[in-house]
């Protein structure tokens, strides 16, 4: 690629023509920035015992919601960042509350951002969503993506087969992992990348 972009540059240059590329728009600081089809998203990941709607409740505060996954690379990037918070705090498991809710009369959910798209993020563990097999404590409304430090993995427990994987919870419940974050998103600045 390299090559290719200065061969394009000496060219350009012997036409009296430079075409440096722009730099991409970038979300503001202490933000992730995630580059989607439909446009910038900016992803925080939070930390504190709160159930979904404290949590959403904490996004709104930042001019966000909670967020939905839009792909394989943004589930890596909600869960890096979230390992980078749990290794200095000594935890090695903790569940991240997404922006998602369950279709009424089933068991499929759908993200509820109003930016995500598609199902290309939903990565659920082995058997999920599963709504609890009918638990008398109702149904398992809310999603959460289970994400694991690499400690955990030494002293393994019924979580092991869920690494950055997601699993159907009960949205007023948080104590299973107990370590809870959240995931807020908000559209970003306009990128206009043209590549």
């Not at 200065?6 to 979300?27: D, I, M, Q, Y």
């Not at 289970?146 to 948080?174: A, E, G, N």
């Amino acid at each position: 690629m390299t090559s290719n972009f200065v061969g394009h540059l000496e060219k350009s240059c012997r036409h009296g023509t430079v075409k440096t590329p722009r730099p991409r728009a970038t979300c503001e600081d202490g933000w992730l920035t995630s580059y989607r089809p439909q446009g910038l998203w900016c992803l925080k990941i939070g930390i504190g015992k709160l159930d979904y709607h404290q949590s959403q409740a904490q996004c709104e505060t930042q001019r966000g919601v909670l967020s939905g996954i839009q792909n394989d690379l943004e589930r890596q990037l909600i869960a890096n960042d979230t390992i980078r918070q749990l290794i200095p705090i000594g935890v090695t498991i903790a569940g991240v509350w997404l922006g998602a809710s369950k279709v009424p009369g089933t068991n499929t959910f759908q993200w509820n951002d109003g930016h995500t798209t598609g199902n290309g993020g939903m990565f659920f563990g082995p058997g999920q969503p599963d709504n609890a097999l009918g638990d008398r404590r109702g149904p398992q409304n809310c999603l959460q993506l289970i994400v694991m430090t690499p400690v955990f993995y030494s002293r393994p427990d019924k979580w092991i087969t869920f690494p950055q994987l997601i699993d159907d919870y009960w949205c007023h419940m948080t104590h299973d992992p107990p370590q809870r974050l959240y995931a807020c998103g908000k559209p970003g600045p306009d990128d206009n990348f043209s590549g």
